[in-house]
């Protein structure tokens, strides 16, 4: 990220950071301080420790004062830290939360074969199996992540798309892949006004039981479409692939990062900082 983005974050973290509810007792260290500090460690791809050290710090980000490397992990940790952090990632693509066309997906997150994380559990990966995480995720047209759910590697995505499914705005068109192809997922989308289509798994539909109505109807509907479908789709696979091939992207987690909850705060950063970098390259175009 460019010290332009790194600029227009810090005014999304201090703006979000000034609308928080007031706390019970004053802090020394304000919650934006604690914030760019955060990020500055994600962006650098660095551990909390390293953000607590003022050596870690030049012009373009120079606090004056920093807490300890306890404290800061302490507020880190905090309730408060984590409402911070959802606002300034919503923040970071409220202007993209109008009804549209969006694309479910889920892209694996793997951690050594050593790790001894008990969260991260083994499942499938491309060609074969991994132990670690996986970001499911809803995606635009634009490329940016309106929502998102981290579980582990062994969860079901089609169990995840049901949360997933519920934030979707009404009158918006769902795409996803062939995992995802479930009757209860047609009917959940049905209830919500959301516009499903699943890529079809081969023989759907040609079964003897009783079928969904509305699942029928999306696999005729895919056949009829399925080039402007698979084009459509393909926004997913890009933007997985741009939020890891920047300095300071979304790559394989490091040594540090463990447990759920890091997890969570680590990923959430980095599409932040992602969908910063997008819009910048969209003004800039």
């Not at 991260?120 to 499911?136: D, E």
């Not at 995802?180 to 289509?197: C, K, M």
């Not at 300071?248 to 890091?262: E, F, I, N, S």
Request: with cysteine; net charge positive.
């Amino acid at each position: 990220m460019s010290s332009q983005g790194w600029w227009k974050l810090y005014q999304i973290i201090k703006r979000e950071a000034r609308r928080l509810p007031r706390p019970k007792r004053r802090f020394v260290y304000s919650d934006a301080l604690i914030a760019g500090m955060f990020f500055w460690a994600v962006w650098h791809d660095r551990p909390l420790c390293w953000a607590a050290q003022r050596t870690s710090y030049h012009g373009l980000f120079r606090p004056r004062r920093l807490p300890s490397n306890s404290e800061f992990n302490r507020r880190v940790r905090s309730p408060r830290f984590a409402q911070l952090l959802t606002r300034i990632f919503v923040a970071s693509q409220q202007h993209t939360r109008s009804a549209g066309t969006l694309v479910l997906d889920a892209r694996p997150l793997p951690v050594g074969a050593c790790s001894k994380d008990v969260a991260a559990t083994a499942g499938r990966v491309y060609r074969g199996f991994a132990r670690g995480y996986r970001l499911h995720a809803l995606v635009d047209a634009q490329g940016y992540v309106r929502t998102f759910r981290l579980t582990a590697m062994n969860v079901g995505e089609p169990d995840v798309a049901l949360a997933l499914l519920a934030e979707a705005p009404a009158g918006s068109t769902v795409l996803t892949d062939g995992v995802n192809d479930s009757a209860r997922l047609y009917e959940v989308a049905e209830a919500r006004n959301v516009r499903f289509r699943a890529r079809p798994r081969k023989n759907a539909g040609q079964g003897h039981r009783r079928q969904s109505v509305l699942r029928l109807r999306g696999i005729a509907d895919w056949h009829a479409n399925a080039d402007k479908y698979e084009r459509l789709r393909g926004a997913i696979e890009r933007a997985f692939a741009w939020q890891s091939n920047f300095g300071g992207g979304l790559c394989p987690l490091p040594a540090w990062v463990r447990t759920p909850a890091r997890t969570e705060r680590w990923v959430t950063a980095k599409l932040v900082l992602y969908h910063l970098r997008r819009t910048l390259e969209k003004h800039a175009a």
